[in-house]
């Protein structure tokens, strides 16, 4: 690797980090003169969007948040930047939405992000998972089982179907980095349920 690609490179991911960082949810609660902090859980994702502010809020901060990681990954293919910075910029995107520099480093979990993402990096098996969101939500009445049972199915669809091992490492650190978000957001509530294995207490905290 050379200098150039080195620069170009931190150039994408600081502009990843940047354009995941917006935060559709804070910016429509205060258009309402409402802080999304304040309510809820406090995330500023789609989640806590659709309990705080309504469906139709919900709807639109859920499309922004996958629409700007997909445009993320759609734009550093285009630009032929190198093959690694595409997955560090995926990474990046997401830790921009968890932690915002827009709003004191707060932010949503992440999972309309690797939705974004995984749309673009592996669209057909990201289709494949959605009977696993459908069967995670019938089974727990949860928005959080379903993503989770989504990305098991996207993790193990690209082990069995031989995708290349970067796409995998990808998928595999994007999820963990929802789920640990998730538990440090909400530790002291989630602790108890998980060593209960509390399954719908886990799936209705936020």
């Keep these: 690797m050379d200098l150039n690609d080195l620069v170009f490179g931190i150039a994408v991911l600081v502009t990843a980090y940047l354009v995941g960082a917006i935060p559709p949810g804070h910016i429509l609660a205060r258009r309402t003169g409402r802080d999304i902090s304040t309510m809820g859980s406090g995330n500023v994702g789609a989640l806590n969007a659709?309990?705080?502010?309504?469906?139709?809020?919900?709807?639109?901060?859920?499309?922004?948040?996958?629409?700007?990681?997909s445009l993320v990954m759609l734009v550093v293919i285009?630009?032929?930047?190198?093959?690694?910075?595409?997955?560090?910029?995926?990474?990046?995107?997401?830790?921009?939405?968890?932690?915002?520099v827009y709003i004191g480093f707060r932010g949503g979990k992440g999972a309309a992000v690797m939705t974004g993402v995984s749309l673009v990096v592996l669209p057909y098996l990201t289709l494949l998972s959605v009977p696993a969101l459908i069967l995670g939500y019938l089974i727990f009445r949860s928005a959080f089982w379903g993503m989770m049972m989504t990305f098991i199915s996207i993790n193990t669809l690209t082990i069995v179907t031989g995708q290349p091992l970067a796409e995998i490492v990808l998928c595999l650190a994007l999820t963990l980095l929802v789920g640990a978000t998730h538990l440090l957001r909400a530790f002291e509530m989630l602790w108890p349920a998980i060593k209960t294995l509390d399954f719908h207490r886990i799936g209705q905290i936020e």
């Design 50 to 69: 659709l309990r705080s502010l309504g469906k139709r809020a919900a709807a639109v901060v859920f499309v922004v948040d996958v629409g700007k990681a």
């Design 78 to 100: 285009a630009i032929s930047a190198p093959d690694w910075s595409m997955y560090a910029a995926a990474v990046a995107t997401m830790l921009g939405h968890n932690f915002s």
